[in-house]
């Protein structure tokens, strides 16, 4: 075969190929906007990409919670039985530490001073 009849032989490969291609797209609608369509492909895809990137930090921050663990929980104010009194302004705390912590912020006594204190707000 000459190389004039294999390019002929390849050009009618290359337009039966075409041809079947053709045959599978659907029909040009002269009625149809397909630029219009085109554009609302592109906006609803474009919608989908953000719902999928919000879902996708959500997801993040659901494994992140899960795999810190829980806070503890602590006691309300209400639940926690308040013992120890200041002597200088009779406010009451749920623990020594609370007390003592108090003492060294509101009142300028040292640290012996606020135990005497506790000592004396227990006796009866």
Same mark, same amino acid.
């Given at each position: 075969?000459?190389?004039?009849? !294999? $390019?002929? &032989?390849?050009?009618?490969?290359?337009?039966?190929?075409?041809? #079947? +291609? =053709?045959?599978?797209?659907?029909? @040009?609608?002269?009625?149809?906007?397909?630029?219009?369509?085109?554009?609302?492909?592109?906006?609803?895809?474009?919608?989908?990409?953000?719902?999928?990137?919000?879902?996708?930090?959500?997801?993040?921050? !659901? $494994?992140? &919670?899960?795999?810190?663990?829980?806070?503890?929980?602590?006691? #309300? +104010? =209400?639940?926690?039985?308040?013992? @120890?009194?200041?002597?200088?302004?009779?406010?009451?705390?749920?623990?020594?530490?609370?007390?003592?912590?108090?003492?060294?912020?509101?009142?300028?006594?040292?640290?012996?001073?606020?135990?005497?204190?506790?000592?004396?707000?227990?006796?009866?």
């Amino acid at each position: 075969m000459s190389q004039e009849e !294999l $390019q002929n &032989e390849n050009i009618n490969k290359i337009i039966t190929i075409i041809n #079947k +291609a =053709i045959k599978k797209c659907p029909l @040009y609608e002269q009625q149809q906007n397909y630029l219009l369509e085109s554009r609302k492909i592109v906006l609803f895809n474009e919608a989908l990409k953000d719902q999928i990137s919000k879902c996708q930090d959500e997801i993040r921050l !659901l $494994q992140k &919670e899960l795999a810190q663990p829980s806070k503890k929980l602590r006691r #309300k +104010a =209400i639940e926690i039985s308040k013992k @120890y009194k200041c002597s200088n302004c009779e406010k009451n705390y749920g623990s020594e530490a609370s007390l003592n912590l108090h003492c060294k912020i509101k009142h300028t006594f040292s640290e012996t001073d606020s135990k005497t204190q506790i000592d004396h707000s227990f006796q009866i």
